[in-house]
């Protein structure tokens, strides 16, 4: 905020005291006032930013826009600043004023002098005629909306002083709650005087509580307004030496917009059963999340916590069958189902994938290393190594054809690092050739080269299948109709795992043998069997230890995230005008929408509406234009004429699986920019759904209440 007026060149200040008012909260009023205050460049900022921001002092409106019945200086509610200082300009270029225009102006100045004085005055008076409640509560909304203010910006309040011994040190909340002072907060002022220990980590710790408990059950009662709603995770994180779950929820919201939302994090320490009700106690009795809503669940997490997050699943869906486990449409297929596996080499390419992709975001100079290692590998296929220099330029370490690009520039991947890592010409920081060779050792371990063929190879009947579900309408609607040939091609790849094996084998040993790199089991399994008898084949163990175990897992997780609920729902896509216009020699794909006919308005009219809603797109000529995608159909002004149809598409609407537009995953992308961003001392969960969730609107008054109902006995600050 600013602690001076903003009109220019304003006299005020130290030697004429004024007392500071907020712009208006109401959008016409403020922008009137930025019209008479002349500041062009305020034009641009919102009513709340002009509000929380920026001040006019009294000498600017009129005696009769103040309220002088009030404890203090108080603007009416329709004041409007109209006293400028802005000269007239004669012909002659001199300043001329006529005498009465100046008598009347020297009667105005004695007036104003009068409210200014009393104006100053009051505005330290107002301190000591508030009743102690009420000077606690502004003093407790003081520190809101400092906090807030920090938190919208993803400032550590405790940084970056606290750790000084000698306590001279100030964190950024103190550093502005002084500049607050400064400004004349003689409230917050006077509660620091009285005591000095108001900036405690205790009770800092109790606001930032607060806010976490504010936002949540804003955001609760957001989703509950809304209806339905799914249950998605990411993997889990450490913050402050503890584990935790980040939670999402999506819904389509009354404007039939699908939203996600970052709903907070839940503590993810125990094992079992134990843990999973843990889970689920803390999101309905603390939360007050509806757990009868929830329609739908994705999780992606890595193999080290893969059993606990399936045991939370099942419980989940022993509790509530509607909430079917679906994949997450932030994730590809292929990597949700690599990340899982818990087999050492499987888990030595997918970290390797991470630092890779961290390694080549450090500088545009280091991607175009590695396109000069492709162009050498490539001298004469020039048309194939400009398409995997496009492709790497993009997130490919995190696409469903990840494995297989790394198989093809593998060699000159090698060639980069070991080139960045030698660092002839001395253009690389020692931290960039440092993880140069990091990299380096895991591209030469056979273990990671095997694994990855292995990947590549396993995954190949998937990726089509993950493509299409992260496509249109269209594409997901036929996936959906595809599972069971996929089913049956990795079923066939299971029964015949020696033979494929084999081929897989020879591929990784040809790849080794070309980088030079030796062809040999992992060295821990050397040590563990130093005693026993005979040589380990490095085939034999690869087969029993990494083919095998990657096709069982990609099977038996495929069966499980589409089970013949999640189909059904994918099938309801067939109600999008471009799908049925694709099919429209079919019928209609009742069995499906009737998994939703407890949740609909009207199941009894259901088959005819869905006979009405399939001649009505059906019958429309080839010139016509069709919605196809979900969005689209859901925004169609008719469709409210069809209210099981628009139930029906809402509820689909919530699956996690579809890939929604990016103003929808917002909250994912915010979320991740903030672990990687802050530092792991400044990491809190608390602040961290204040960040993600700046725009929910705060009440300060309603934050001060739930604080003085959480701490009744903490009024001595």
């Not at 993803?154 to 306590?167: E, L, V």
């Not at 503590?267 to 999340?289: H, P, R, V, Y």
């Amino acid at each position: 905020m600013q602690n001076h007026c903003v009109v220019p060149n304003c006299s005020s200040g130290k030697s004429d005291p004024q007392p500071l008012f907020r712009f208006p909260y109401d959008p016409q009023r403020s922008k009137t006032w930025v019209e008479k205050c002349q500041r062009q460049d305020l034009t641009d900022k919102s009513p709340d930013q002009l509000y929380r921001f920026y001040r006019l002092c009294g000498k600017h409106f009129e005696t009769s826009a103040i309220d002088s019945d009030a404890q203090s200086a108080v603007l009416k509610d329709d004041a409007i600043p109209t006293i400028f200082d802005v000269p007239s300009q004669p012909q002659n270029g001199q300043v001329k004023r006529s005498k009465e225009t100046t008598k009347d102006d020297e009667t105005e100045r004695k007036g104003r002098k009068k409210i200014k004085k009393s104006q100053a005055e009051t505005a330290k008076e107002d301190v000591q005629t508030l009743s102690e409640e009420e000077e606690y509560k502004e003093y407790l909304k003081s520190l809101f909306e400092v906090l807030v203010l920090l938190g919208e910006q993803s400032i550590p309040p405790t940084g970056p002083g606290d750790d000084n011994q000698d306590g001279h040190g100030r964190s950024n909340f103190q550093a502005l709650l002084e500049y607050r002072m400064n400004c004349g907060d003689e409230v917050l002022k006077k509660r620091y005087d009285a005591n000095k220990e108001c900036y405690s980590s205790t009770q800092l710790n109790r606001l930032i509580e607060v806010c976490e408990t504010y936002i949540q059950s804003k955001l609760v009662e957001e989703v509950k307004q809304n209806g339905f709603f799914s249950l998605l995770t990411d993997d889990v994180v450490k913050m402050s030496g503890e584990w935790y779950l980040p939670v999402f929820l999506r819904y389509v919201d009354q404007s039939n917009c699908q939203r996600e939302r970052f709903a907070g994090f839940l503590s993810f320490e125990g094992e079992g059963d134990a843990l999973a009700e843990n889970l689920l106690s803390e999101m309905t009795d603390k939360w007050g999340l509806d757990m009868q809503q929830c329609r739908g669940q994705a999780h992606f997490c890595s193999a080290t916590h893969f059993s606990k997050i399936k045991t939370f699943a099942s419980k989940l869906m022993e509790r509530h069958p509607m909430a079917v486990l679906t994949l997450r449409s932030t994730r590809s297929l292929n990597m949700s189902l690599a990340n899982s596996m818990a087999l050492s080499g499987v888990q030595l390419v997918m970290s390797t994938l991470k630092k890779i992709e961290s390694f080549f975001s450090q500088s545009p100079l280091l991607q175009l290393e590695l396109e000069h290692a492709i162009s050498i590998f490539y001298p004469v296929k020039e048309e194939r190594a400009e398409e995997l220099k496009d492709i790497c330029r993009t997130s490919w370490t995190r696409q469903n054809n990840a494995f297989e690009v790394t198989v093809e520039i593998l060699e000159a991947l090698l060639l980069c690092v070991d080139s960045v890592h030698d660092n002839e010409d001395m253009r690389w920081s020692d931290q960039v050739t440092h993880d140069a060779l990091e990299i380096s050792k895991a591209l030469v371990d056979f273990e990671f080269v095997m694994a990855l063929v292995v990947l590549k190879n396993a995954t190949i009947l998937t990726r089509a299948f993950g493509k299409n579900l992260q496509g249109e309408a269209t594409d997901a609607h036929f996936a959906a109709t595809s599972l069971k040939g996929l089913l049956q091609s990795l079923k066939e790849v299971s029964d015949n795992v020696d033979v494929y094996h084999e081929f897989w084998y020879d591929e990784a040993v040809n790849l080794a043998t070309a980088m030079e790199i030796p062809v040999k089991v992992p060295r821990s399994v050397l040590r563990k069997h130093q005693s026993g008898s005979g040589a380990i084949r490095p085939e034999s163990y690869y087969k029993e230890h990494l083919s095998v175990p990657v096709v069982d897992h990609v099977i038996k997780e495929m069966k499980e995230l589409f089970c013949e609920d999640h189909l059904k729902v994918l099938r309801c896509l067939s109600l999008v005008p471009a799908v049925i216009e694709q099919h429209k020699s079919a019928e209609p794909e009742e069995e499906c929408v009737q998994v939703f006919k407890n949740d609909i308005p009207n199941a009894g009219t259901l088959s005819a509406e869905l006979h009405c809603w399939w001649v009505k797109w059906s019958k429309k000529g080839k010139g016509d234009t069709f919605p196809s995608s979900l969005r689209e159909t859901l925004q169609l002004a008719d469709v409210k004429f069809f209210p099981n149809m628009l139930s029906v598409l809402r509820l689909v609407g919530v699956l996690p699986t579809l890939v929604v537009e990016d103003s929808c995953t917002v909250a994912h992308k915010h979320f991740q920019k903030y672990m990687e961003n802050t530092p792991d001392e400044f990491k809190s969960k608390s602040l961290a759904l204040l960040s993600m969730n700046c725009d929910v609107g705060y009440d300060l008054d309603a934050m001060v209440e739930v604080y003085m109902k959480t701490h009744p006995d903490k009024e001595d600050g």
